[in-house]
């Protein structure tokens, strides 16, 4: 074979480029720890390639500690974001219920299409909320901003984080 008929195949099996799975919260596990592997339906935590969703109706997930990147979130139920860093990379997130980023933790999209929608129950929001290289987040329920730990950073071209119910930001105990 030619390297042009290899190259043609590589592109039509797909090789060569990243494969995008979808990972489904089961909460078969403990039902609440976002790192427990035994939570997911694929048996494994989410990775970078993965779009995950949580459905509605199960009990509140917590993420607590260390870097998690995926594509996108689809959490109709909400989230609870009590430590480490939770990335965005890619495309549509919608998260509904509540959502909450504690002091301490991390929220970051990052990329031009990546789009976070927040829709739900409103929240006092403390802990660090970054939009990079384009990223939107849209965070309709914040109310309050609280914590030592508190910073909210847009950065690069098209990067924007819009808060359009907060009414009191308070920094530090």
Do not use: Y
């Amino acid at each position: 074979m030619t390297l042009r008929t290899w190259i043609c195949l590589a592109v039509a099996l797909g090789l060569g480029a990243a494969r995008v799975f979808g990972i489904t919260w089961t909460g078969a596990g403990d039902g609440r720890t976002w790192g427990l592997a035994a939570n997911w339906d694929e048996k494994r935590v989410p990775a970078a390639t993965n779009d995950v969703v949580i459905p509605p109706r199960s009990t509140e997930v917590e993420h607590v500690a260390g870097t998690t990147t995926i594509r996108s979130l689809s959490a109709p139920g909400g989230l609870r974001l009590l430590g480490g860093t939770l990335r965005l990379t890619a495309g549509e997130s919608r998260v509904g219920g509540t959502f909450v980023v504690s002091d301490g933790a991390t929220l970051e999209g990052a990329g031009r299409t990546v789009s976070l929608l927040v829709d739900g129950t409103p929240v006092e929001w403390g802990g660090t909320v970054q939009a990079k290289d384009g990223a939107v987040l849209r965070l309709r329920p914040v109310v309050r901003l609280r914590g030592n730990d508190l910073s909210w950073l847009a950065e690069g071209s098209g990067s924007r984080i819009e808060a359009p119910g907060v009414t009191n930001i308070t920094l530090g105990s």
